[in-house]
């Protein structure tokens, strides 16, 4: 499926909305509100404030829905130190890194910085999290499952992540992460986790196989 994006250009600066990844978490309309305004059209209005503010609002986006590009020599997006992947309670998971996406055959499909990855399995824009989640009754308090014997004592060389969509299952993550809970505690760190994207784990948020039971389909 093709991704929606929409230009919106300033003179200092240009932001890009990436329609489906959107779910509506408004850090932007709550940042710069001057800048993003949902009952306005065109809803985004680059150079209604200085083109830092603008930056500063837009990498607070957890979705990667939105992003920019300068256009007056300021600085790009830095890339993150640490990956780090934040549950949602009864949604996505947050990663937020230097990230790479892979299809089942290795082929890189895209690089971010930020990301909301759907665990529901009910996205219409896998692995992008849609907001669907809303309308499956996907539950899941945000806690850290048993880590799989062969995740967390992998030594994890700094660097990014490589995140492999694997064909109707799981997320392979490979790199340096960090897993917070839903309530913001820190407890996984590792060089390589197996993420459920399908909803049906009873050791979230890793994959136990139960994707094969259920069906689970998803086309990378
Ligand atoms: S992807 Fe959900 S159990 Fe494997």
Redesign the pocket.
């Known amino acids: 499926m093709k991704e929606r994006i929409i230009t919106y250009r300033g003179k200092d600066i240009t932001v890009t909305f990436h329609v489906d990844r959107c779910t509506h978490v408004a850090e932007c309309l709550r940042g710069a509100p001057e800048v993003f305004d949902s009952g306005r059209r065109p809803w985004v209005e680059p150079d209604a404030a200085d083109p830092d503010k603008v930056a500063e609002v837009v990498v607070r986006c957890p979705t990667g829905a939105l992003h920019f590009k300068r256009n007056d020599g300021g600085p790009d997006e830095s890339i993150p130190k640490e990956n780090v992947l934040n549950l949602q309670k009864n949604g996505p998971v947050w990663v937020k890194g230097d990230l790479e996406i892979h299809n089942s055959e290795g082929a890189v499909l895209f690089r971010d910085t930020r990301v909301a990855f759907c665990r529901c ?1 009910g996205s219409a824009h896998p692995p992008f999290c849609d907001g669907m989640h809303l309308f499956t009754g996907f539950r899941d308090d945000g806690r850290i499952g048993r880590p799989p014997a062969s995740g967390s004592e992998e030594s994890a060389q700094p660097g990014g992540l490589v995140i492999t969509l ?1 064909t109707n ?3 392979l993550v490979n790199g340096p992460l960090i897993l917070m809970t839903a309530d913001g505690k820190e407890e996984y760190r590792g060089g390589r986790a ?10 979230k948020p ?7 039971k ?1 069906g ?1 389909t998803a086309n990378p």
């Open positions: 399995g694997q299952g799981a997320l197996l993420l459920c994207r399908c909803g049906a784990s009873r050791n890793f994959c136990d196989g139960s994707h094969k259920t689970f």
